[in-house]
């Protein structure tokens, strides 16, 4: 059962194990024509959300290839999305060229502080984790959310909290904790979740990042831009590229480098070609975007020997 505790019973419980996600940041849309303004914008389907439930989604460009992705919540005609704070500028840049046409605003939230809470002694342990058979938990388990008068508590399908609360400190004051952040990142990767930074905006179609399987595109909603590539490849095509996980001796380097196959005979180096890239990172911990088929293959990443495992996703029994 979700736990409707008050943040301030959540905040005792959870002192140590409870991390300032400084990477996040909120976008508000506010005004009437909010929902319909979203629903003709983004892969999830808001029309069907309520309060009490979390949805992930994403913003393409005409060419389906994304310039966000995110979690959405609701609050009466209001909506709040969460993602990267590098993307709040880039995803308002995009929706206002559309929203001149809706009663609507949209703009930058920073009436929430965003803290996660991972169960206890998570936090020590996530660092040491590998995904055991690249197997994540079930996207279908539930997404719950709860608001209460200066917060709103969300639940992830793998076991992790979420907690919003109204912000008591600077950007500064968050921003000096970001290394903090690394068990929820890898907890991320370790549940299959990429997200779009500057560096990848419009890198990816959804289905590359297998946003469908972690229910962030509806397939049953009307138009909304990119929708005709994105269904394209969802009925009339097959995507090519898949999601691995690899945990590597010493730390990656960053998103979008490339990753090299390695040919059974290593001297002849010619033979060796670029089949995707990282896609999300932290520490010896990836998620990469591949083209191969597949489950489990040998490559190298800027000479940086890798085990990838193709990960799979359980579903709803």
């Not at 009339?236 to 196959?261: C, D, H, I, M, Q």
Request: charged residues 20%; hydrophobic residues 35%.
């Amino acid at each position: 059962m979700f736990n409707t505790q008050s943040s301030d019973q959540l905040n005792q419980q959870t002192a140590l194990d409870r991390i300032q996600l400084s990477d996040f940041a909120l976008i508000h849309i506010s005004g009437p024509d909010s929902e319909r303004f979203l629903q003709g914008q983004i892969t999830c389907d808001v029309a069907k959300m309520s309060e009490h439930q979390w949805q992930a989604g994403a913003c393409c460009n005409a060419k389906g290839r994304m310039v966000a992705n995110f979690i959405i919540v609701r609050r009466g005609e209001d909506f709040f999305i969460r993602l990267p704070s590098e993307q709040v500028d880039v995803l308002l840049q995009h929706l206002k060229k559309y929203a001149v046409f809706f009663k609507t605003t949209l703009s930058p939230s920073t009436k929430y502080q965003i803290f996660g809470l991972l169960p206890a002694n998570a936090a020590n342990e996530t660092q040491n984790r590998s995904m055991s058979n690249a197997l994540v938990p079930s996207p279908l388990l539930p997404r719950t959310c709860e608001w209460q008068q200066k917060s709103l508590h969300l639940q992830w399908p793998d076991g992790r909290e979420e907690l919003w609360e109204v912000s008591k400190q600077t950007l500064a004051d968050v921003n000096s904790h970001s290394e903090q952040m690394n068990p929820w990142r890898i907890a991320d990767i370790l549940a299959g979740w990429i997200w779009v930074t500057p560096v990848s905006t419009e890198s990816w179609i959804p289905q590359h990042i297998g946003w469908q399987h972690l229910h962030g595109i509806s397939f049953s909603k009307g138009c909304y831009t990119g929708q005709e590539v994105v269904a394209r490849l969802q009925y009339l095509g097959k995507s090519k590229r898949n999601v691995f996980y690899t945990r590597a001796e010493t730390p990656l380097p960053e998103v979008l480098t490339p990753v090299v196959s390695c040919p059974d005979d290593a001297a002849v180096s010619s033979k060796a070609k670029t089949i995707g890239e990282l896609a999300a990172v932290c520490g010896q911990h990836a998620l990469a975007i591949l083209s191969v088929e597949e489950d489990t293959l040998e490559t190298k990443c800027e000479e940086i020997p890798l085990h990838f495992q193709r990960v799979s996703y359980t579903e709803e029994k």
